[in-house]
């Protein structure tokens, strides 16, 4: 896709999908996300060999669920805490996978972050996957967030963007192993979760089609 079907080219293969969804899809998506937490809560994940926590929370839906604590970064088929499966992906997701992605196979993980007022992620590449050819599709729900992209190498140069509530951006192609990160939250610009902060929903396939 390009600007004129609705997306912004950030880089090749970055595409930004400004207001992709209504304040009603929103609202729904996100009594989805609460359903699916109410089977899965937030749980505070933490760095490999530090196991320092994350500022962000998460959980997951799906077959696999990306978890990362001391031992290390990887995808599993359980929650870390309840140890029972993911919950499944709501069909919502899986209708924004299949109209955004432009790949054939469904996703095989949704990775929920919750960000506080003062959560961070720091520039990173999602590269715990098995097959680089499917996109990653990400969708912001709540507080804007200052959104920062680069490209393949950490210490090469970078733009930042302000991802708002429905707004939704894919990583593919070239830019798929992008790194990026999320420098700051932007408190009270959405009153779409009554508790504030923000939700960001990331469409992954983990293994090869």
């Known amino acids: 896709m390009t600007a004129s079907s609705g997306a912004l080219d950030v880089a090749a293969g970055a595409l930004w999908f400004r207001e992709a969804l209504d304040r009603q899809a929103q609202a729904a998506l996100v009594a989805d996300i609460r359903a699916v937490l109410a089977e899965a809560p937030l749980f505070t994940p933490a760095m490999p060999r530090t196991a320092k926590p994350f500022s962000v929370r998460m959980s997951n839906c799906g077959p696999l669920g990306w978890v990362s604590d001391a031992s290390g970064y990887r995808y599993q088929t359980f929650h870390p805490d309840t140890r029972r499966p993911w919950p499944p992906l709501p069909a919502a997701l899986l209708a924004l996978w299949e109209r955004y992605s432009g790949f054939p196979a469904?996703?095989?993980?949704?990775?929920?972050?919750?960000?506080?007022?003062?959560?961070?992620?720091?520039?990173?590449?999602?590269?715990?996957?098995?097959?680089?050819?499917?996109?990653?599709?990400?969708?912001?729900?709540?507080?804007?967030?200052?959104?920062?992209?680069?490209?393949?190498?950490?210490?090469?140069?970078?733009?930042?963007?302000?991802?708002?509530?429905?707004?939704?951006f894919l990583l593919s192609g070239p830019s798929r192993l992008a790194f990026h990160g999320i420098d700051r939250i932007l408190a009270g610009t959405s009153t779409l979760l009554p508790e504030g902060g923000r939700f960001n929903l990331t469409l992954r396939r983990v293994t090869t089609a």
């Open 106 to 168: 469904p996703p095989e993980a949704c990775l929920i972050n919750y960000y506080g007022p003062d959560a961070r992620m720091s520039l990173h590449q999602d590269r715990d996957e098995a097959d680089f050819t499917a996109p990653v599709l990400s969708v912001s729900l709540g507080d804007t967030a200052l959104f920062r992209i680069g490209g393949e190498e950490r210490s090469g140069p970078t733009r930042s963007l302000r991802l708002a509530s429905g707004d939704i």
